[in-house]
Nanobody
């Protein structure tokens, strides 16, 4: 059974930092795309970034590069999203997602089969 469990969300003041975690288990393939998405109230689910587990490269959406970074703990099968200098517009539910892949990672939610339950990020100004 596939499980993606996010944690690390919370309520922070603008300018603060958070590190979100996504612990993965039961994924059926040896290589897959792991992505972060966020869903703000009244908005559509938005791609934040992703990594393909067969390589080291990470990809981030325009406009958040420099404040967001993605990393992975291979031994513990955990994906991280570090957010620095949080802004009120970063407030959202953050989800991690996974999809078996031979290398191509897409940016749309419908390209990912497995999802976590989400973790809430609230930013106060």
């Amino acid at each position: 059974q596939v499980q993606l469990v996010e944690s690390g969300g919370g309520s922070v003041q603008a300018g603060g930092s958070l590190r979100l975690s996504c612990a993965a288990s039961g994924l059926p393939a040896s290589r897959y795309c792991m992505g972060w998405f966020r869903h703000a109230s009244g908005e559509t689910r938005e791609w934040v970034g992703n990594i393909w587990t067969g390589g080291d490269a990470t990809y981030l959406a325009n406009g958040i590069q420099g404040r967001f970074s993605i990393s992975r703990d291979v031994a513990n099968n955990t994906l991280y999203l570090l957010i620095n200098n949080l802004k009120p517009e970063d407030a959202a539910i953050y989800y991690c997602a996974a999809e078996p892949s031979t290398g191509l990672c897409r940016k749309t939610p419908d390209a990912y089969r497995y999802w976590g339950q989400g973790t809430q990020v609230t930013v106060s100004s």
